[in-house]
């Protein structure tokens, strides 16, 4: 495994190894999940975007869309345990 230096302003290192000492691992371990988690969290956050921009061009391609509203309900009877059905696309050009 490659050693890399990370250089840290006092205050942020010493959160750091306090955090570490909160959950009773080293501060290497804590620093190396951190890094983790952000890459995980851009990784995921591009592909988001890629994927709305994705269906943003077939939108304007197909010319459907959803009534937010129609869509809004749909979450919260499912949120609610509720059967229900999916809200259907529609024209939206005029």
């Known amino acids: 495994m490659p050693t890399t230096s ?4 006092d205050d942020l290192k010493k959160r ?3 955090a570490a000492k ?3 691992i ?3 371990v804590f620093m190396a999940e951190a890094i983790r988690t952000a890459a995980t969290v851009a990784e995921d956050r ?3 975007v890629v994927e709305a ?3 943003r061009n077939e939108m304007l391609k197909s010319g459907l869309g959803f009534d937010a509203d129609e869509v809004h309900a749909y979450v919260r009877a499912r949120a609610a345990g509720k059967a229900t059905g999916q809200p259907k ?3 939206w050009r005029g």
Do not use: C, E, S
Request: proline share 9%.
């Open 6 to 9: 990370l250089k840290l302003p």
């Open 16 to 18: 750091a190894v306090a």
């Open 22 to 24: 909160r959950q009773g």
């Open 26 to 28: 080293t501060t290497h």
């Open 46 to 48: 591009a592909r988001f």
């Open 53 to 55: 921009r994705a269906a």
């Open 89 to 91: 696309a529609k024209p």
